[in-house]
């Protein structure tokens, strides 16, 4: 799910080395646009275990926080080695923060439905014993909001443009 604005991410970037303060303000107001979006998906996610066996103190234990972010990114295109012509300009990014939230939320999504092993030795398989569909969190709540997170988007775009225009108009001069 994609929303295409181009060159946003040049004018985010020169906004950045012309005008930090700016940069910083545009980002938090970029933030503020996702928040609905990142308060759903927090909202989803269940404040206790979901299994029983995720209750432990571990890099995979259950601990309720705030488990999605969002981020703002104006770096350069990280270059793919097999494939030449292509770059990642992805300049808003909403993901978890954590490995429990990530591996419940996506559960089932290689196919493993049900355990390979014979019946006397099958455990009950962990996407079946969650329920639901991968992408129990994330996805559904981004295609509720896409939406409204791309028309408010338009107008900071607007004044990315007009603002990275502005700063380089006082360069040039």
């Known amino acids: 799910m994609t929303i295409q604005?181009?060159?946003l991410k040049e004018a985010l970037r020169d906004l950045g080395k012309l005008d930090p303060a700016l940069r910083r303000e545009i980002g938090k107001d970029i933030r503020q646009v996702v928040k609905p979006l990142v308060d759903t998906i927090n909202g989803r996610v269940p404040g206790n275990a979901p299994l029983s066996g995720m209750n432990h103190n571990g890099r995979t234990?259950?601990?309720r926080r705030r488990t999605v972010v969002t981020k703002v990114d104006a770096r350069k295109p990280r270059r793919h080695v097999n494939r030449?012509?292509?770059s990642t300009l992805s300049v808003v990014r909403v993901g978890t923060r954590d490995a429990p939230t990530a591996i419940v939320d996506m559960a089932g999504k290689a196919g493993g439905s049900s355990s390979r092993a014979?019946?006397?030795r099958a455990?009950?398989?962990?996407?079946?014993?969650?329920g639901g569909t991968p992408s129990r969190f994330l996805w559904p709540a981004a295609d509720r909001n896409l939406g409204?997170?791309?028309?408010n988007l338009e107008d900071i775009t607007k004044r990315i443009q007009f603002e990275a225009n502005k700063e380089l108009m006082k360069v040039y001069r």
């Open 118 to 120: 014979r019946p006397g």
């Open 148 to 151: 409204a997170i791309e028309r």
């Open 123 to 130: 455990r009950p398989n962990f996407s079946g014993a969650l």
């Open 61 to 63: 234990g259950w601990r």
């Open 5 to 7: 604005a181009t060159g």
């Open 84 to 86: 030449p012509n292509y």
